[in-house]
């Protein structure tokens, strides 16, 4: 099932708007490949690859956004970062 972009998802900075709708995007790819009958554990793979590597690229200057507004729930919002990116290399 593909995710669509919802109001409800908008933060309101330009910068982490267009990096969820990026992952969006590469997530719905994921969800596009289980259609296809032709795509093998490398395209998977790849895919995964991909959605760590800008995961990563987004993470940290979200944190040190959060960080700057003294976001009280930053250490919970890191560890499910942390979280994502093993369970992530976990299935690569």
Same mark, same amino acid.
């Given at each position: 099932?593909? =995710?669509?972009?919802?109001?409800?998802?908008?933060?309101?900075?330009?910068?982490? *708007?267009? /990096? @969820?709708?990026?992952? #969006? !995007?590469? =997530?719905?790819?994921?969800?596009?490949?289980?259609?296809?009958?032709?795509?093998? *554990?490398? /395209? @998977?793979?790849?895919? #995964? !690859?991909?959605?760590?590597?800008?995961?990563?690229?987004?993470?940290?200057?979200?944190?040190?956004?959060?960080?700057?507004?003294?976001?009280?729930?930053?250490?919970?919002?890191?560890?499910?970062?942390?979280?994502?990116?093993?369970?992530?290399?976990?299935?690569?």
């Amino acid at each position: 099932n593909r =995710i669509e972009w919802k109001e409800k998802f908008w933060v309101g900075h330009s910068g982490c *708007d267009k /990096d @969820y709708k990026h992952l #969006i !995007g590469i =997530i719905n790819r994921l969800a596009e490949m289980e259609q296809d009958k032709d795509v093998d *554990d490398s /395209d @998977y793979s790849w895919v #995964i !690859g991909e959605l760590i590597n800008y995961a990563q690229i987004h993470f940290l200057p979200e944190e040190q956004l959060m960080e700057q507004v003294n976001y009280r729930k930053l250490f919970e919002h890191r560890l499910e970062h942390t979280n994502l990116t093993k369970w992530l290399e976990g299935i690569k």
